[in-house]
């Protein structure tokens, strides 16, 4: 039996949301530049939203662009930028084919015009596809996002849009850059890092977390099985007993 058959269909999660690491890991191993690293991930990034279509994932959201990796040599940085605008005009057809719609979070303010007018363009023309969404993170992290939400909604209380009252753990979630997509029940990370890198940190409370060694160029159909597999296989709590779960 392979490890496709060996998944129950009602049991796979809703929302996947990876950390794809291990690119310039990946390209040292091979004596290339690091950016050989990302064209790879983004050719195994390709691979994986079509097994996601396939496997009826609703929603699938990637760790592309860190407000950290700012910090990287310019070389590098616009290496990743010219990738994702390629990525972009070679997908776009087939996103639409495919009923994958695009979207983003993150602060792509940051990002030169040419590159966050591609990224709105392609974010527009998806917007009405149902069948699998895929939300990029560019220019994201959890403590920027999470800030940010504090400061909308300190702005809506001065104008009296909402009441101070009316703050909760939801209507927080309603500020956040994920407001429209429900919480991740699985995040995986690969290449063998046991972190999460400022990620979704409000989002993955009570998430599933799995790591793997695999670097992320070398992360296949397969691997997205076992991980998916070892989901299955958990039993969730909620902060509850076992016994109150069964
Ligand atoms: C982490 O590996 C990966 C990144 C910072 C970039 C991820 C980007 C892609 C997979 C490219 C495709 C994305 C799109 C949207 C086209 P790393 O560079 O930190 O690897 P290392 O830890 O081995 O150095």
């Given at each position: 039996?392979?490890?496709?058959?060996?998944?129950?269909?009602?049991?796979?999660?809703?929302?996947?949301?990876?950390?794809?690491?291990?690119?310039?890991?990946?390209?040292?191993?091979?004596?290339?530049?690091?950016i050989a690293?990302h064209n790879q991930g983004a050719k195994?990034?390709?691979?994986?939203?079509?097994?996601?279509?396939?496997?009826?994932?609703?929603?699938?959201?990637?760790?592309?662009?860190?407000?950290?990796?700012?910090?990287?040599?310019?070389?590098?940085?616009?290496?990743?930028?010219?990738l994702?605008?390629?990525?972009?005009?070679?997908?776009?057809?087939?996103?639409?084919?495919?009923?994958?719609?695009?979207?983003?979070?993150?602060?792509?303010?940051?990002?030169?015009?040419?590159?966050?007018?591609?990224?709105?363009?392609?974010?527009?023309?998806?917007?009405?596809?149902?069948?699998?969404?895929?939300?990029?993170?560019?220019?994201?992290?959890?403590?920027?996002?999470?800030?940010?939400?504090?400061?909308?909604?300190?702005?809506?209380?001065?104008?009296?849009?909402?009441?101070?009252?009316?703050?909760?753990?939801?209507?927080?979630?309603?500020?956040?850059?994920?407001?429209?997509?429900?919480?991740?029940?699985?995040?995986?990370?690969?290449?063998?890092?046991?972190?999460?890198?400022?990620?979704?940190?409000?989002?993955?409370?009570?998430?599933?977390?799995?790591?793997?060694?695999?670097?992320?160029?070398?992360?296949?159909?397969?691997?997205?099985?076992?991980?998916?597999?070892?989901?299955?296989?958990?039993?969730?709590?909620?902060?509850?007993?076992?016994?109150?779960?069964?």
């Amino acid at each position: 039996m392979s490890l496709k058959d060996k998944i129950d269909k009602n049991k796979i999660p809703e929302h996947i949301a990876i950390i794809m690491d291990g690119n310039g890991r990946w390209a040292k191993q091979r004596g290339k530049m690091r950016i050989a690293g990302h064209n790879q991930g983004a050719k195994t990034l390709k691979d994986i939203i079509k097994i996601a279509t396939e496997l009826e994932i609703k929603y699938l959201t990637v760790y592309a662009f860190s407000t950290e990796n700012w910090d990287r040599p310019a070389k590098e940085i616009s290496g990743l930028l010219s990738l994702l605008v390629n990525s972009i005009d070679q997908e776009i057809e087939n996103a639409n084919k495919n009923g994958i719609k695009i979207s983003v979070i993150g602060d792509i303010s940051r990002f030169p015009k040419k590159v966050k007018s591609k990224i709105q363009n392609v974010v527009e023309l998806t917007k009405n596809n149902k069948k699998l969404n895929v939300i990029i993170a560019l220019s994201y992290s959890g403590r920027w996002e999470i800030v940010e939400a504090s400061k909308k909604i300190a702005k809506d209380v001065k104008n009296n849009i909402i009441g101070f009252e009316d703050i909760s753990e939801e209507k927080f979630s309603d500020y956040l850059d994920t407001s429209e997509i429900p919480d991740p029940e699985l995040l995986i990370r690969t290449s063998g890092e046991k972190r999460i890198s400022n990620f979704l940190l409000y989002q993955i409370a009570y998430t599933e977390l799995y790591f793997t060694d695999v670097l992320w160029p070398d992360f296949s159909e397969n691997e997205l099985y076992k991980a998916i597999l070892e989901y299955i296989g958990r039993e969730r709590r909620f902060g509850k007993t076992s016994e109150q779960i069964k």
